[in-house]
């Protein structure tokens, strides 16, 4: 069944840098587009980054153009979001999702805190 499991959250200043990751099985990895959404406290879901099949195109939200690098690892199974200059406002939880014409498989999610 396809699974998709983030990690590396967790609590950095503003200004600081962090690596989230999403370790894919049970599909074709290198086969899918994938993408990264959060939601921030409160509010609804907002799409951050798409990556297409083998890595050579990506797509990026306006509010972290600049800051956020989608990046991908075929031969790992393994997607990532490097997020740099990190923002109060970037404080949410990350989904890592198999994008398929459509979010058809989501992760459980990774929290990311940006607080001094």
């Known amino acids: 069944q396809v699974q998709l499991v983030e990690s590396g959250g967790g609590l950095v200043q503003p200004g600081g840098s962090l690596r989230v990751s999403c370790a894919a099985s049970?599909?074709?990895?290198?086969?899918?587009?994938m993408a990264w959404v959060r939601q921030a406290p409160g509010k609804g879901l907002e799409w951050v980054s798409t990556?297409?099949?083998?890595?050579?195109?990506?797509y990026v939200a306006d509010s972290v153009k600049g800051r956020f690098t989608i990046s991908r690892d075929n031969a790992k199974n393994t997607l990532y979001l490097q997020m740099n200059s990190l923002k109060p406002e970037d404080t949410a939880l990350y989904y890592c999702?198999?994008?398929?014409?459509?979010?058809?498989?989501w992760g459980k999610g990774t929290l990311v805190t940006v607080s001094s």
């Open positions: 049970g599909f074709t990895f290198s086969s899918y587009y």
């Open positions: 990556i297409n099949t083998g890595g050579g195109s990506t």
């Open positions: 999702a198999r994008d398929n014409y459509g979010m058809d498989y």
